[in-house]
């Protein structure tokens, strides 16, 4: 898959979960009804398969969400609090589940240990 493909199809799953965020009475305030909020995020395939390129993507999802998501609510209105939260947790999951990167899947879960792909024997 391409440089491109592989940009647009993320672009997607953040722009899928951006309409939630516009949804959300929660953000009624950051977001006018009607705004289709969506993000690229720039990453070269070949990266996904090393320890640091995985981890800078898992970041740049990781800030990207936090955009997305209409940016961090002030921590006194609760209601605003969890929905993004919500948003940022489902924001994340989409975007690594598109993207279909093991190691950047490992990181997601909290896994830090290298992950094998194959072995040989």
């Excluded at 592989?6 to 799953?13: F, G, I, K, Q, Y």
């Excluded at 640091?52 to 998501?69: D, L, N």
């Excluded at 279909?100 to 490992?106: I, R, S």
Aim: aromatic share 4%; glycine share 4%.
């Amino acid at each position: 898959m391409s440089y491109i493909a592989h940009n647009r199809r993320l672009t997607a799953s953040l722009l899928a979960i951006a309409s939630f965020a516009v949804a959300a009475p929660a953000f009624a305030q950051s977001v006018s009804t009607g705004d289709v909020l969506s993000a690229r995020i720039a990453y070269s395939p070949a990266s996904l398969s090393t320890k640091e390129g995985a981890a800078a993507m898992w970041a740049k999802i990781q800030h990207t969400a936090v955009t997305v998501c209409g940016g961090q609510p002030d921590l006194r209105l609760l209601d605003q609090r969890d929905a993004f939260a919500k948003c940022r947790r489902e924001t994340m999951a989409r975007a690594v589940g598109a993207l279909n990167a093991p190691m950047v899947t490992a990181m997601a879960n909290h896994k830090t240990a290298p992950v094998t792909l194959a072995a040989r024997k």
